[in-house]
Nanobody, 121 residues
Framework: VQLQASGGGLVQAGGSLRLSCAAS????????MGWYRQAPGKQRELVAV???????NYKDSVKGRFTISRDNAKNTVYLQMNSLKPEDTAVYYC????????????????WGQGTQVTVSS
């Protein structure tokens, strides 16, 4: 199973970006999908998570600005980021939790490769 993230870039403060992360491989189901970020010199932190039923949870500082969504048929998760601030600058990683692989027992977790988001002031 591989996660491919895309959509990062350079944007001015107040601008918007939309990140996408597609999971590929022999997948039966993915329970939760999320976005994390890691700024230079800081620990990786959870930004938003969405369950297979569509329930969401956000880091306080992004509530009202970021929206996480997913397309279960495409095994893809999105992060719409509006009103971006310089403090949102980080490498953004997607993660798939509790993945069931077809024909394989157990649950697995996978990370995407990260995509850089830079917000200029």
């Amino acid at each position: 199973v591989q996660l491919q993230a895309s959509g990062g870039g350079l944007v001015q403060a107040g601008g918007s970006l939309r990140l996408s992360c597609a999971a590929s491989g022999i997948i039966f189901s993915i329970n939760d999908m999320g976005w994390y970020r890691q700024a230079p010199g800081k620990q990786r932190e959870l930004v938003a998570v969405i369950t297979s039923e569509g329930n969401t949870n956000y880091k306080d500082s992004v509530k009202g600005r970021f929206t996480i969504s997913r397309d279960n048929a495409k095994n893809t998760v999105y992060l719409q980021m509006n009103s971006l601030k310089p403090e949102d600058t980080a490498v953004y990683y997607c993660k798939a939790y509790r993945v069931q692989r077809l024909g394989v027992s157990g649950l697995y977790e996978y990370w995407g490769q990260g995509t850089q988001v830079t917000v200029s002031s």
